[in-house]
């Protein structure tokens, strides 16, 4: 059994690290949607999808950022762990957070281009949905492979059972 297994087990619900996992497969699935209606030139994605699409990226992806940059980032760059270890965790996170102002930057123009080029608007130029999709799928990877996992690592049960607290008040909140 897993440590992240256990924690689920023990709560009875999603721990804030699982649950910042879900929405990154909810990202990259979001993405693969928007590729998908790039590729087909918008003709395939009924408007109702379209604009699930759009309130994923102005709703649960704005709080994701917050719920990171306010919650989870603080609460490892607060670690009493060696100076090298901090050093590094200081580095990823200030990286994490640009990407963060990078991704919000990128959703601005991609959201007003999508919003006049909708299922059955005509003379409109899709938007680079390419570099969005792929900007977020490094994003993610890196969160992925580096700050979660130093996370699970390092967050003792008491720790990670208050941040899952501060994320389950920001996600009932659920203003962007
Ligand atoms: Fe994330
Ligand atoms: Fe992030």
Redesign the pocket.
């Known amino acids: 059994m897993t440590g992240q297994d256990t924690v689920a087990i023990d709560n009875g619900r999603p721990d804030a690290l699982m649950r910042?996992s879900k929405?990154?497969a909810d990202i990259l699935r979001n993405c693969a949607r928007l590729e998908q209606c790039e590729r087909k030139r918008g003709t395939q994605l009924a408007p109702a999808a379209f604009q699930e699409i759009i309130d994923f990226f102005d709703n649960e992806v704005v709080i994701?950022h917050r719920i990171?940059d306010e919650v989870l980032f603080p609460q490892l760059l607060a670690l009493h762990l060696p100076v090298s270890d901090m050093r590094e965790l200081r580095a990823l996170v200030a990286a994490l957070g640009e990407d963060h102002r990078m991704l919000d930057a990128l959703w601005r123009d991609l959201r007003s281009a999508l919003v006049e080029s909708r299922p059955g608007a005509s003379g409109v130029q899709l938007p680079d949905i390419a570099t969005f999709a792929a900007s977020y799928r490094q994003h993610?990877k890196r969160?992925d492979l580096g700050i979660l996992p130093f996370a699970r690592r390092h967050l003792d049960n008491a720790a990670l059972a208050a941040m899952t607290q501060a994320v389950e008040r920001e996600i009932s909140t659920r203003q962007p």
Do not use: G, Q, W
């Open positions: 910042l929405v990154h994701h990171e993610l969160e």
